[in-house]
Nanobody, 115 residues
């Protein structure tokens, strides 16, 4: 199983980024997808998750109204659209796939929000 994140980078406050997570090696359409983030010295934080069909999503209060999680089951890819970014959104972002009690992780992508 392989999860590969992309789309991170440096952006100014108020800007936007779109993260992608390409998944291979498992039946993507049966996996719940999640995005986490982590900064140095802190625990990994669940940012958003989405059901297998994409019909329902949940968000951390800190990103609600600014971030949108989505998925394309035909492309085996999950996304995290991040708008109105703030310096406190700076972190390494990880995607994760949950299927039948197993959780798989990507390698992470750095997002830095700074002027």
């Amino acid at each position: 199983v392989q999860l590969v994140e992309s789309g991170g980078g440096l952006v100014q406050p108020g800007g936007s980024l779109r993260l992608s997570c390409a998944v291979s090696g498992l039946t993507f359409s049966s996996a719940v997808m999640r995005w986490y983030r982590q900064t140095a010295g802190k625990e990994r934080e669940l940012v958003a998750d989405i059901t297998t069909s994409g019909g329902r999503a949940n968000y951390a209060d800190s990103v609600k109204g600014r971030f949108t999680i989505s998925r394309d089951n035909a492309k085996n890819t999950a996304y995290l659209q991040m708008n109105s970014l703030k310096p406190e959104d700076t972190a390494v972002y990880y995607c994760s796939a949950l299927r039948f009690g197993y959780q798989y992780w990507g390698q992470g992508t750095q997002v830095t929000v700074s002027s």
